[in-house]
């Protein structure tokens, strides 16, 4: 708080205070007081004014310097109440209490968002849990029919897909993190699609893959699952491959997702991570993409302190890369 500022907004008490010394000096003359009487009282009322005037200024100006040092300096607003001491002036105060009111205010009504958003995730994922069985037992039903289930498994990865973006935000509560093998989780992906592989005569190969990782095998097997779901909704028309193969260096391991398929325009290719990005390829596509599947392989594989990264060109090929750490799993750049 300046002091020009602080004076600037004193103006109406200056103007006060002369009509007040104007008609005390007026007073003092009917009295009959010498002048030199009347000057120093004169001058010692406007001294006292100025001194009571600057003790105003300067504990305040503490208090608001904080307030607004603070409030430029924090990145969680809403922490400011809490960073501040209460001030020993009525206006300070006002706005004190005013603050911690809100602030109170904004923590309740956080609280209750929080819930009922936890309340939606849970009611989901039992949704989703109860959709499964009927969906298993429909399967069972039509095992025969290569069809009925090649679309069965499209509505189970769908869902499963939904589940997984619910939980996206508070993943790690599903974790466990430990050493698995990394061909068991490639071989329970192949199980998945491989009615799909059949079908449109896909060759899938897996190549060095009987490696240990740090990860979680569910997450890991959802993120290579949308990926080679991906590799088989973008196939090309024949002689169609997708290849998986695994790499152990001496701090992490690479697991390499690669398919001779449509490929990914130059364009396309910084924004395949986004939120319901689907591309060229997603809007000429039969099936529709929702553009939500490569969103969630980032998103997990950074709770995960994976790193994948994706690369392609267009009618030759797309390869995604992902890397797992071997220490400090949780520290990825």
Known sequence: MKLSTYLKDKLYAFLIFIIYIIILILFLIALKLSSSIIIFITVFTIVIFFVILFFDYFRKRK?????LDKLNTLDKKYLLIEMLL???FLEGKILYDVLDEVNKNEHDLISNLKNKQEDFKEYIELWIH????PLASLTLINRKDKNTLRELKRIEDDVEQILYYVRCENANNDYLIKEW????IIKNVALRNKDDLLALDIDFKVDNCNLKVL???????FVINQIVSNSIKYKKVKDSIIEISGEDYADFVTITIYDNGKGISKSDLPRVFSKTFTGNNGRVN???STGMGLYLCKELCKSLGHKIEIDSKVDE???????????????VS
């Open 63 to 67: 208090f608001y310097n904080e307030l």
């Open 181 to 184: 093998n990394l061909d068991t």
């Open 286 to 288: 039969s099936s529709k």
């Open 130 to 133: 109860e959709v499964k069985l």
């Open 317 to 331: 090929y797309t390869k995604v890369t992902i890397t797992i750490y071997k220490k400090d799993f949780y520290n």
């Open 215 to 221: 990860t979680d095998s569910k997450w890991l097997e």
């Open 86 to 88: 209460e001030p020993n």
